[in-house]
């Protein structure tokens, strides 16, 4: 571990001909100063985190994206794109020191032996989890663990007196890239991605197949609040809606001889009306998507301004298990435009907190890109702008007209969650019975003021001081989260996203827009 920091260089090394003789004098320096830290220090020290604090301080002098990555975290920090962790499967939620299970996961260990949502765990082989200061990070390491292994945990259920102990035989269990697809109207589909991982591909193609056979003609793909991923995965689902040879992305840097990558066989979804859905922390992968289909005119782009990372990691494996992720390209649309925003000279980590402040998310007339940065859209000739982010056609500000400090101060001390887990718990049997089907959950089940006062009473125990126009102003916000937040606990995440979709200004904007056939094309700068 203490010559990591060396290995990496002399690696590096191989790579770096050109400046042979300096590097080898920044190797020996280097090597000199652990050197003398390790060997002469007044103190004692710990020569591994020294090692790795430099190696951190050194790929913090590059840029915002490239990081060290130790070998404890390295595993879960792949988990979301890999599409899988081994585990036992289970979505839980700690409510005043309690882990109650909110669902498990089907087909999955948890499942398989009987436990079901609303179960309290009480111990994890035979430790004591519930009524102690533990944190979700530590019950997730202890559930966790290599698929075959056997993990005891005990439960308390309603109506059982004593605790029912289980040994789960962990396993491998799915992450899913996709969150939501369902039918909006007859003909237009919705399909929402939170991450681009191994599987989205498949996952996308499953449900806009099952889509398709429910009548989808349009669709909407919401990449709101999509961080990015895997570089393949976004071409692969961007080859979905363009022709054969179009160009998706390429990718450049100094070291890095220009990539492209083309469209190639017919996609799945090449002909219908399309609406991609992004915000300012939509990134990366789903800035390359987005950008392809605005440069060719495929479709028409709905929300805000894009985050703007355009800079490509490669992830290396360091001797220890740890690893670095290296910028080593940019990205660009096929136009040329670099999605990457400027980062030398500016406090990077505060530029969505400075695009707030500065308007932006408000009104689109306060985002001003130069002339130097125009460029023209390949097919209709269109303006749109580099510098940073995607631009979208149309500009859909933040909704703040229910939101109010009541209502932020309820979310932020857990109260609103604490209720919904709470009702669920207690009524979980009943809303089964009185609403076997989520459509008719959807349609008839009403947030009723009596549990309204309820939470507002949760909030005074929680010293949360009430103001009663903040409550009227977020009554409506309120009723539509606790719906959701309920039908989450009982179906899934799916019907989540047909509940509290319902406040997606966006996804409401582009329904709109694909049911005027005259303004989807003309946003386009197509004619008819």
Known sequence: MRRTAITILIAISCWCVEAQQDFATNIRKLQYVLGAIENLYVDTIDINNVTENTITNVLKELDPHSVYIPQKELQQANEPLEGSF????????????????????????????????????????????????????????RLRGKKGTTVRVKILRAGIPDLIEFHIVRDKIPLYSLDASYMTDKTTGYIKINNFGATTLDEFKKALSDLKKQGLKNLILDLQGNGGGYLNAAIDLADEFLDKDKLIVYTQGIHQPKSIANATVKGNFEGGNLVILIDETSASASEIVSGAVQDWDRGVLVGRRTFGKGLVQRQFILPDGSAIRLTTARYYTPTGRCIQKPYKGTDYQKDLEMRYEHGEFMHADSIQFPDSLKYETLTSKRIVYGGGGIMPDVFVPVDTTMTTTYHRNMIAKGVLNKFCVQYVDMHRTELKMQYPEFKTFLSEFAVSDNMLETLVAMGNEANIEFSEQDFQRSKELFRIQIKALITRDIWSVQEYYQVINQLNRPLLKAIEILQDRELYTRTLGKTR
């Open 86 to 141: 081994e585990g036992i499967g289970i979505q839980f939620q700690m409510l005043e020191d309690t882990l109650f299970v909110i669902q498990t996961i089907a087909g999955c260990p948890a499942e398989r032996v009987g436990i079901r949502a609303g179960d309290r765990m009480i111990e994890i082989e035979d430790s004591v989890i519930a009524g102690v200061k533990i944190q979700n990070s530590e019950i997730m390491r």
